[in-house]
């Protein structure tokens, strides 16, 4: 059964429309990357997934996207619910000026759960899904500003993870990252995937090689092209998507 | 399920609380202004603008009131609104930037934040017996003025702060000296933003007591003032008089609302014409 | 020529620069000098002395002690350490119950002489006298009072300042009743601030935002006369009503309106904290699942703490300085108040009330200007030290 469903969706900020018709399906403990030069509106389509942007005044959206089977969009949604399921990690690391327990720990208190036994395993659980915990388990008071630039992110990661999500939505994940991070990051997605659902948007065709199951090259804010991964990247059908992964453009 | 209830329940809860204090504040300023409004609006009459209080102050009108602070006005601008605007221009486009723009800049901070008693007090030991003016409509419009310098300084400084450098930079690359530029270009462009600066510390002046407590303010002068060193009387010390002292308090009510009907007049009519000002001008930039 | 000119006004834009630095130290410079001549002046009212019969052996007697005597709280010498004997009070006037006129001289000629035979003629007198009767061959002893101390200021826990024949200028109920009214001004307006912070930086919409801001902008524009009068007017019978009290003009009725008049200052500062929150962290905290309310709870009023921190000590600034509204609804009454339903009397309303009445350069007209001083001080280190911490935060 496909995770997520998208049909003829259409997004608008004001009178601008981001996102052209677009339809797609992603199956489930599968990681899609999605491609496509600056501004053609990946993050604008990956921010679909868990209503992010709502946030944003005067957008509007038409088409359906579902998840497991139900349409995230109708009314009477609870978004927090769907947030809750729908992981997301940032470009930036955004962690909250608190301790990184407590950056572990926020999903669990803004979602109810009081049981510090339960807080703390799953705490453990997460930065060790994130790869952090080994670096971070005699600190875990210390601010999470100390980290390094990718120690945050993981821990924005493990942040996520946190919540057991079955979906995870990274925006271009390791883009403010050095290369060890970024492998580091890589190497965790690729653990990840066995649990979790990813969505990921990359500038890094290399990176999309190595870590998707499947690629959606995006142009204009219409999908051009989706579709296995290697296919993408050995013998693209269109001709646009060939000269983006060729580098002669973008 | 229930979880996501109780969040919901709690925000509606928090947001309702948050608004419902948010409106009561907008209440209460309503409430005030209606009461005053409808109270004062019975008494105001072109005789009650245009005539002397009589009676002890029970009866008349409010017109050396009104002139004074009108003096006030013009008296306080006459020295604070050249003086600030040049140290405005002296900040943003001849100090050094940096810890001399940082300092003045502190300092000019600091003033806004004394009290007004304070340069009620220092008026006094300055302008009344130090240099000896008295208590006059001089000593009364140099402090109030110099209560409104930060205010002056400040717009002045932001107004020619957000003029791009490229127009200083076009009419330097026409040979025009600093000077000119500031005359011709910069100064001109910054003046909507600056006389809206300007606007609201006669808003501010005209509202102020006690810094003229001392300073200037008559008690009850019937007649007008025939020079820059007489006493006179002003709104703001007029509404104090007739609400706190004088011959018969309940006769006096309804002067002191009309009085003060008079005063939030002005303060309204101050902060529209400011606010008409900032938008019709940043409509015109807008379309150029 | 043109270039002379240039260099002229060029002068005078610098000199303008530097006005409000200008101003500052002679504010400072003025308000000292005033305000520091209080120490150099004695505690008995000027040109006065008090005086004791030689054969008294009493030597010293506290300024508390001379002004129970004078308001026959104190009658007999023995409850100040002396002799059993009733004290008897001698004033100037009192000098016609002793002498007939004619023995005083036309010029009033012999009046130090009486004087003089007078005190020490009775054990048990006590006289304030004008100096000019204090002769070099005055009989009597003349009690050493010494001058106002800084202690008698500040740890001082009387305000009289116009009480013959010592005046007390302990600021003690004045620092006390301006702490209450502005504190609990604070503690009234902080709820109300914070939560138009958040309505306007968190949850109105564009419209109603450009709407409810000048509202909050007109609030701080009317004038505090119009406060106080609002004040007198509807709040103090409210007060008086709610609280069953013989009066309305109470700490209470000057907090309520001096929270609303705080309330500008908090709205602003605080929302602008709120706004300066970044968008990265709200989104982190909705991308977990958190309400609307949860990030704005958990993540934006942590976030701008300091600057809400700032907006209340800038609140409380504005409080502390207030004098019209705070002298109309308070009744300034100066002893030092233990709640905030009685009548008390901040330090600008101190000065508004009474510096009319003082003589120019007499030790009043200096205790108010040392009042002014101090209360300058007070608004110095709360603005510096919000800067310090706004301009830290920048870093
Ligand atoms: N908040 C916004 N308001 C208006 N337009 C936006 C906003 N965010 C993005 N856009 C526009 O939508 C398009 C897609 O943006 P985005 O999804 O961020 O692209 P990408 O992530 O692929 O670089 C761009 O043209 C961008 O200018
Ligand atoms: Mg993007």
């Known amino acids: 059964m496909n995770k997520i469903e998208v049909k003829n969706v259409d997004f608008y900020y004001g009178n601008f429309q981001a996102l052209k018709n677009i339809s797609l399906e992603i199956e489930e403990n599968k990681v899609v990357a999605f491609i496509g030069p600056s501004g053609c509106g990946k993050s604008t389509f990956i921010r679909i997934f868990n209503r992010m942007n709502d946030l944003i005044p005067e957008t509007h959206l038409t088409g359906t996207v579902n998840i497991d089977g139900i349409d995230i969009y109708q009314k009477g949604t609870n978004v927090d619910a769907l947030r809750k399921k729908v992981g997301m990690v940032f470009q930036r690391p955004n962690p909250f000026p608190k301790s990184i327990f407590d950056n572990v720990a926020y999903g669990l208190y803004v979602n109810g759960i009081k049981d510090k036994k339960y807080i703390k395993q799953k705490v453990e659980e997460s930065l060790q899904g994130a790869a952090l915990w080994d670096e971070v388990k005699d600190e875990l008071k210390k601010s999470a500003f100390a980290l390094s630039g990718g120690q945050q992110q993981r821990l924005c990661i493990a942040r996520a993870l946190a919540i057991s999500p079955s979906i995870l939505l990274m925006d271009e994940p390791a883009s403010a990252l050095d290369p060890i991070s970024t492998a580091k990051i890589e190497e965790l997605i690729w653990e990840l995937k066995k649990t979790y659902t990813i969505v990921i948007v990359t500038h890094n065709m290399q990176q999309a090689a190595r870590i998707s199951d499947k690629t959606a090259y995006f142009y204009l804010g219409e999908m051009i092209e989706y579709d296995d991964t290697k296919i993408i990247f050995t013998n693209p059908k269109k001709e646009s998507t060939q000269n983006y992964i060729t580098g002669r453009f973008g | 399920m229930n979880q996501t209830k109780r969040k919901r329940r709690n925000q509606k809860l928090a947001f309702g609380i948050v608004s419902m204090l948010t409106y009561l504040i907008v209440l209460i300023l309503i409430l005030m202004l209606v009461f005053i409004i409808v109270r004062g609006i019975g008494v105001i009459s072109w005789e009650f603008l245009s005539t002397a209080p009589t009676d002890g102050m029970t009866g008349g009108g409010i017109l050396p009131a009104i002139i004074g602070t009108l003096y006030l006005i013009i008296g306080s601008a006459a020295f604070a609104f050249p003086i600030g605007i040049m140290s405005g221009i002296y900040m943003n486009e001849y100090a050094p930037k940096g810890k001399l723009v940082r300092l003045i800049r502190m300092m000019t901070n600091n003033l806004s934040g004394i009290p007004s008693i304070v340069f009620g007090l220092f008026g006094m030991a300055l302008f009344v017996n130090k240099l000896g003016f008295g208590d006059s409509i001089l000593a009364g419009s140099l402090t109030l003025g110099i209560l409104s310098l930060p205010i002056v300084i400040r717009t002045t400084e932001e107004a020619l702060k957000a003029i791009p450098d490229s127009f200083r930079e076009g009419s330097y690359a026409l040979g025009a000296t600093k000077l000119q530029t500031i005359g011709k270009v910069t100064l001109p462009m910054a003046l909507p933003n600056i006389t809206t600066g300007l606007i609201l510390s006669i808003g501010r002046v005209s509202g102020e007591t006690a810094p003229i407590l001392f300073t200037c303010a008559a008690y009850f002068l019937p007649q007008l003032p025939d020079s820059v060193l007489d006493q006179c009387m002003a709104l703001p010390y007029h509404l104090y008089v007739l609400a706190t002292s004088g011959t018969n308090l309940e006769l006096q009510r309804p002067i002191a609302y009309g009085t003060a009907l008079v005063l939030i007049s002005i303060v309204l009519i101050v902060n529209i014409a400011a606010t008409l000002i900032r938008k019709y001008f940043a409509n015109k930039v807008k379309m150029n | ?395």
């Not at chain 3, 000199?15 to 505690?43: M, N, Y």
């Not at chain 3, 958190?290 to 409080?319: C, H």
């Open chain 3, 1 to 395: 020529m043109k270039r002379f000119i240039e260099k002229i006004i060029q002068g005078m834009l610098t000199v303008s620069g530097f006005v409000t630095s200008i101003v500052i130290l002679l504010i400072v410079l003025f308000l000292f000098t005033e305000g520091a001549g209080l120490f150099s002046k004695p505690k008995v009212e000027d040109g006065y002395e008090i005086v004791l019969n030689k054969k008294n052996d009493i030597n010293t007697l506290s300024a508390e002690q001379i002004k129970d005597m004078f308001d026959d709280k104190i009658t007999n010498w023995n409850e100040v350490g002396g002799k059993n004997q009733d004290i008897v009070l001698f004033r100037l006037n009192d000098i016609t119950n002793y002498f007939a006129e004619e023995e005083l001289g036309e010029q009033l000629e012999h009046v130090p002489a009486k004087i003089s035979e007078l005190i020490s003629q009775h054990e048990e007198i006590i006289g304030f006298i004008p100096q000019e009767y204090i002769k070099n061959d005055f009989a009597g002893k003349r009690l050493d009072m010494g001058n106002i101390k800084f202690k008698d200021v500040f740890f001082g826990k009387e305000w009289i300042p116009t009480a013959t024949p010592i005046s007390f200028f302990g600021i003690l109920p004045l620092i006390t009743g301006t702490l209450w009214v502005s504190l609990v001004a604070i503690l009234i307006a902080l709820p109300f601030g914070v939560a138009a912070a958040i309505y306007l930086a968190e949850i109105a919409n564009h419209k109603i935002r450009d709407i409810l801001k000048p509202v909050i902008e007109l609030l701080s524009g009317i004038p505090s006369v119009v406060y106080g009068f609002f004040g007198l007017i509807v709040i103090v019978p409210l007060v008086q009503n709610i609280f069953h009290l013989p009066v309305g003009e109470t700490g209470l009725t000057g907090s309520i309106v001096l929270a609303i008049m705080a309330l500008p200052t908090i709205i602003t500062v605080s929302e602008d904290a709120m706004r300066n929150c970044p968008r990265s962290m709200r989104e982190a905290s909705l991308a977990l699942g958190g309400s609307k309310w949860q990030t704005i709870f958990k993540i934006v009023i942590p976030y701008s703490a300091s600057g809400i921190t700032s907006a209340i000590v800038l609140g409380i600034g504005r409080a502390v300085g207030e004098t019209m509204a705070v002298l109309m609804v308070t009744g300034n009454s100066a002893i030092i108040a233990t709640g905030i339903l009685q009548p008390l009397r901040t330090i600008p309303a101190t000065i508004a009330a009474e510096l009319g009445e003082a003589p120019d350069g007499g030790v009043h007209y200096q205790a108010l200007f040392l009042l002014g001083i101090i209360l300058f001080l007070i608004t110095q280190i709360i603005n510096s030290s919000v800067e310090y911490v706004s301009a830290k935060n920048k870093l």
